[in-house]
């Protein structure tokens, strides 16, 4: 069974960056994607990245956050730039379609 570990949340000012991680405990070949979620709300795709390395992004991150991958090290990664204080949730990782067990999530706050 496949296990993920996201981690690199924090609190952040308006317009600060940063960088969250996702380490698989296993090699995945799948496509990837980034999911957030606030309370009360249900969970969201905000990036996503194939196999191949093609990227995709919701459109209210679109600009501003950045999705990678890196296969050597079973990893793939968010960059967020510019951020808001909607993008304030617990950040997950997961397969798309999203078949694996789900991680922790890590927090990513954005306020003033």
């Known amino acids: 069974q496949v296990q993920l570990v996201e981690s690199g949340g924090g609190l952040v000012q308006p317009g600060g960056s940063l960088r969250l991680s996702c380490a698989a405990s296993r090699s995945i070949f799948s496509n990837m994607g980034w999911y957030r979620q606030v309370p009360g709300k249900q969970r969201e795709l905000v990036a996503g990245?194939?196999?191949?390395?093609?990227?995709s992004y919701a459109d209210s991150v679109k600009g501003r956050f950045t999705i990678a991958r890196d296969n050597a090290k079973n990893t793939v990664y968010l960059q967020m730039d510019s951020l808001k204080p909607e993008d304030t949730a617990v950040y997950y990782c997961?397969?798309?379609?999203?078949?694996?067990?789900w991680g922790q999530g890590t927090q990513v706050t954005v306020s003033s």
């Open positions: 990245i194939t196999s191949g390395g093609s990227t």
């Open positions: 997961n397969a798309r379609p999203s078949y694996l067990p």
